[in-house]
């Protein structure tokens, strides 16, 4: 029923695509696959430290961008669009010493920008039908409260049992008045899930459903959070499979909701907290 349920409710969202009647499931596996390896470069760590990294895998974006615009996929055109903007102000941003806050503000803004230029093409459908609030039923709002109560226990006892040295975006917000650190984190917990948001769930979650199906694009796109937020905090594996758990749990959200402003919610209440007991606890 929750699989059914999550396929009709994203389906209703996601855009027509053409249909022929020779080479459709070989034309889907590499639409999927250009749109599942534009994730991987979306999260691969960009360090300053690491430009030959950078460019490497930049040059490997624009080939799959390539070969997107070749397969003429309307989703996999509409991914690159905003994948490869994504990535090119991440690489740009970090790699010229850009104030973070900059950097930010243009990942939350440029990305979305191109795909909404790219998707005037008619034939490229409609290019973001997850920008919408979606239904929030009772049982998606538990679903996303029990979601911020669990990662925040999860994060007590990691942190308890652990003790890592914490991150140096946390060390200097302990350094400061607990208000204003308080403050600070509540402020990152607002504008980081804008672009995480819009990239694992709008348009990784919504072109994947539309040509592997929902199923296997809620488990793609958790698996990709995952691996994004390997450095993050909680850090290592064990940071990793919380966050696809976690991602998990938003793409079902999502799904079912037919629109992102509940994961959105979920994803700034959950950070919020989580930053909260990081400055709390890693003293």
Known sequence: MIGAAMKSDLDSSAPPQPVTKSNTSHRATLAGACILALGGCAVFPVRPESPWRTAVVGMVAVVVVACALILRSPASIRASAFIGTLFGCFAVGIHF?????????????????????????????????WLRRG??????FWLGLVTVVLGGVALVVWALIVRPEPAEYLSGLQRLPLWLAILGTVAF???????????FRGVLLTELASVWGTRAA??????????????????????????????????????????????????????????????????
Do not use: D, K
């Open 189 to 199: 917990a607002l504008v980081n899930p804008i672009w995480e948001e819009m990239l």
């Open 135 to 140: 239904s929030i039923t009772p049982e998606i």
């Open 97 to 129: 010493g850009w104030p973070p806050a900059i950097t930010t503000a243009l990942v939350c803004v440029l990305p979305l920008g191109c795909l909404l230029i790219v998707g005037r093409r008619p034939s490229l459908g409609a290019a973001a039908p």
């Open 218 to 283: 809620v488990v793609l796109q958790a698996i990709l959070f995952g691996l994004a937020h390997s450095a993050g905090f909680p850090s290592g594996v064990a940071g990793m499979v919380m966050a696809m758990s976690w991602g998990f749990v938003l793409g079902v959200i999502r799904a079912r909701s037919g629109g992102i402003l509940m994961t959105y919610l979920v994803h700034v209440t959950a950070n919020a907290v989580i930053g909260v007991l990081a400055v709390l606890i890693l003293v």
